[in-house]
């Protein structure tokens, strides 16, 4: 355990929260494609075959998702500049977290304006819809990362965006 907390620049117990949760995440994502891939292939939950090919798709897609992360991390620990490699696994969860509630929040906004996927052309819902996220997704992450306790990480991050976009009058230092 020590080599782990050692790997992680894990100093408190507490932080070992954020490697349990970022396990737990990539275990229930592998899950739920897993499960999308065997509706797919039309097999019925029933099927003697279906527990085996979800343990096995599961794992395979869980294996490939921390390869995959472990090398983001890499990439990324630098680049962001964090004090702790835990810090890079709470700026991800926290990044998960603002996408899907921003996108769950979306939905009701925009079908309280008349603004439905059936009823629209997608050349005018996608956009309004981003639109609506946007901004949305902007408070999201810097509420969402303060209770990750990476505030200055995002508050950094947003202000370092929205100038690329050139929206940096929005915010003063």
Known sequence: MQKFKDRWEIKSNWQLIFPLLGVLSLLIS???VSTRILQAMDISQTDSAY??????????????LLFI???????????????YRWELIAIFIAFAVTGST??????????FLGIHKETVSGWLYWPVRILFVFPIYQVLL?????????FKFFWKFEKKMLSRMGLSRLFVD
């Open 30 to 32: 592998s899950y739920l």
């Open 51 to 64: 527990i085996g090919l979800l343990s096995a798709f599961t794992i395979f897609l869980s294996a490939l």
């Open 69 to 83: 992360t472990l090398k983001l991390f890499t990439v990324l620990e630098s680049r962001w500049e964090v004090t």
């Open 102 to 111: 921003a996108a769950k929040i979306s939905d009701p906004i925009i079908s």
């Open 142 to 150: 810097l509420i969402v990362g303060w209770l990750f306790g990476q």
